[in-house]
């Protein structure tokens, strides 16, 4: 018998990779998501009539429906990603951050402590939930350092700070009502079908049309990328084997400039796409997002020490990888262009 498990967000940039691989080890997924601008079902086709997966599109502030969907999944676990995630959207509207991800985060907790109990008293003990967050919550690194387990909390975007009081939330359930709560934070995520909102898609279709390519600032904040499958292997690995109680950092030990990110980028695409001129001559360094953290980077030790994870590619090899699959999956990104996301600037305050 497999086990069977609940991820909220599925069908999102983290989720669809998550429960591709899950149905992939075996498990069975029940995929609640409401099917926000950023979903992009189409990353899902693969599991399409699969036996072991279930779409619920509900929302996960809604207590009934949530409540219905541990009905329909049954679940041995929860795996929590469903949030509202990009930071420039949360400068100019916080309320639905606030909203999904504190508010949603407290519905599906008391959902999954009604179901833990209302198990036999050795499914209940063995019933686990992740709460999937970032490294955001943290706020900013100086030029030297890690982020661990034990840092303190100092979020700086209405993003970080809805998913710092989650994150919150979570444990306080795991103290208060006995919850087998796990967190884990992680680094900044890319790979294949990540919604161009995001630096890495936005800068590859960018330089495919030819067209702009922003940089915040001066380029230099620094972010350490982790590659979207290496997440989901990570995810499992904490839900599967890690300590109840315990929070586990995911970074992808790549750390580098916006500005490095962007000319990489620029030089993949000009050797798989030549255009005559270099991309990074469309570079253009645009007004700062407000609140920009100078520096994010993971220390994953206890992960690696516990769990024997680690990454499995390094950024160069992630992110042609990453090029590749865009530029051979126009069919996934162009309905997005078209539709919710003109790749239109966001995030700066009125």
Known sequence: MSKRVLVTGGAGFIGSALCLRLVDQGWTVTNLDVLTYAAAPASLAA???????TLVK??????????????????????HLAAESHVDRSITGAGIFVDTNVMGTFTLLEAARAWRDS????????????HVSTDEVFGSLGAEGLFCETTAYDPSSPYSASKAASDHLARAWGRTYGLNILVSNCSNN???????????????LNALAGKDLP???????????LFVDDHARALIDIVERGRAGETYCIGGNAERTNLDVVQAICDIVDDRRPGG???RELIRFVTDRPGHDARYAID????????????SLDFETGLAQTVDWYLDHEAWWRPIQEGVYRQERLGLPA
């Open 47 to 53: 599991l399409d009539g699969h036996e072991r997966y």
């Open 58 to 79: 509900a929302d996960i502030r809604d207590a009934g429906a949530v409540k219905a969907a541990f009905e329909t999944a049954r679940p041995d676990a929860v795996m």
């Open 119 to 130: 198990l036999p008293a050795d499914k209940a003990g063995a019933f686990r939930f992740l």
């Open 190 to 204: 890319y790979g294949p079908r990540q919604f161009p909102e995001k630096l890495i898609p936005l800068m590859i």
């Open 215 to 225: 940089v915040y600032g001066d380029g230099s904040n620094v972010r350490d990328w």
């Open 277 to 279: 001129v270099s991309r």
């Open 300 to 311: 994953s030790s206890r992960l690696q020490d516990e769990l024997g994870w680690s990454p």
